[in-house]
């Protein structure tokens, strides 16, 4: 494999014309050649578990994914036949590379770097590879679920090679974006993600990174999958989950981008009245005492996270109705213009008004005062 090596190391570090690209493409030699070399490597991880575990091995495996990746820059037909003959065995690879053992026993970071980027290659701009990947890791059981796996990788270079691909992956077919917000491989990826921008959201030297994260969740947001994502982001007893924070964190950063977006996503509109008025229901719930109980009033656990979604929801909201009055204001035909989050907040039969008077009331009451410097609760009976 020694002088195959070598030659495949200049090979996959040529920087050649898109025109060179499609004529190897269309070179059945060249286009055997890189599919056995997959097949090869494949074969030889399944068979022996420390063929991957040498030097020359990573050095193999690099070069050839560097080189595949690209083969398919810019080029659609290589695409095609790299995502349809080379992908399996690439994702055999990764999922081995990903392993405990792996990651633990072998210090080579390169490969799956290598790999990451040639799939973000193989996707980019393409519809159909960019379809078939994405559909087919959503459908993989969370073991198997490489996207997961390559974002806990221990190798911040091979994060960004996966946020890229994702992001691409995404920007390339809108549609994805709600199956990500739906099927459960999308939806451990995007709890990976949060959990991943909770981790660097302070972390300056992590700003490009939680930059890729704020476009990918951009995607998600415009694409439809907002509702369907914070849903199921719930805990099992109706309580806000972090990840549900993280998430309103993150579209409050949108709206704050694009205030004016609700003119093009009536998500937004939709999304933020309604859990607003989840929220406000849900607090006016857990603050409600029992004044024929004899047991001492307990507000709920979950309660600082409720109000956290509240602040932040209601902070989204007052944002987009400066936009739409701003808009109103500079319109000529205000009748055409409207003010459709204004209509809603007011419309009698949402209660909006009221339900927020009376649960600024309720917490004005539970929530802790500072007096000489220390948190005194202070709890009053309410009806």
């Known amino acids: 494999m020694g002088s195959k090596g070598v030659s495949l190391c200049k090979l996959a570090t040529f920087r050649v014309s898109i025109f060179i690209r499609v004529l190897l493409g269309e070179n059945e030699t060249v286009r055997k050649s890189v599919i056995w070399m997959w097949r090869f490597v494949k074969t030889n991880v399944e068979e022996h578990d420390m063929y991957i575990a040498t030097d020359p091995v990573w050095s193999y495996v690099h070069n050839l994914a560097r080189l595949t990746g690209n083969l398919a820059v810019k080029c659609e037909n290589n695409q095609t036949w790299i995502a349809r003959d080379c992908e399996p065995h690439m994702r055999y690879v990764v999922h081995f590379l990903t392993s405990w053992y792996y ?98 959201y302070e972390n300056d030297q992590e700003n490009d990174m939680l930059q890729l994260i704020f476009n990918i969740f951009i995607q998600l947001f415009e694409g439809g999958g907002l509702t369907p994502l914070y849903q199921s982001l719930q805990s099992q007893d109706g309580a806000i989950s972090p990840h549900q924070i993280t998430l309103l964190k993150l579209l409050d950063g949108y709206v704050d981008t694009k205030p004016a977006g609700y003119k093009d996503n009536t998500f937004l509109t939709f999304f933020l009245t309604t859990t607003l008025s989840t929220l406000l229901q849900t607090t006016k719930s857990w603050t409600t005492v029992d004044l024929s109980s004899e047991a001492e009033f307990s507000p709920n656990e979950s309660l600082p996270l409720v109000s956290a979604a509240t602040v932040l929801v209601s902070q989204m909201l007052s944002s987009t109705l400066m936009a739409e009055q701003t808009a109103w204001e500079k319109s000529t035909d205000k009748q055409v213009v409207g003010r459709p989050i204004l209509n809603i907040l007011q419309d009698p039969s949402n209660v909006f008004v009221e339900l927020i008077i009376d649960v600024l009331y309720r917490l004005d009451k539970l929530l802790p005062r500072i007096q000489f410097g220390v948190a005194k609760p202070i709890v009053a009976g309410l009806s």
Do not use: H
Request: glycine share 2%; aromatic share 4%; proline share 4%.
């Open 103 to 200: 990651t633990e026993e072998i210090p080579d970071r390169s490969m799956a770097k290598a790999i990451a980027r040639c799939l973000s290659n193989v996707v980019t701009e393409n519809e159909e590879t960019s379809r078939v990947i994405w559909t087919k890791y959503m459908s993989l059981p969370e073991k198997d679920n490489i996207i997961t796996r390559l974002l806990q990788y221990p190798d911040r270079q091979t994060l960004i090679a996966t946020l890229v691909f994702i992001l691409n992956s995404l920007s390339t077919n809108p549609n994805q974006s709600l199956a990500t917000a739906t099927k459960s491989g999308g939806r451990a990826i995007c709890v990976s993600l949060l959990e991943m921008a909770d981790r660097v």
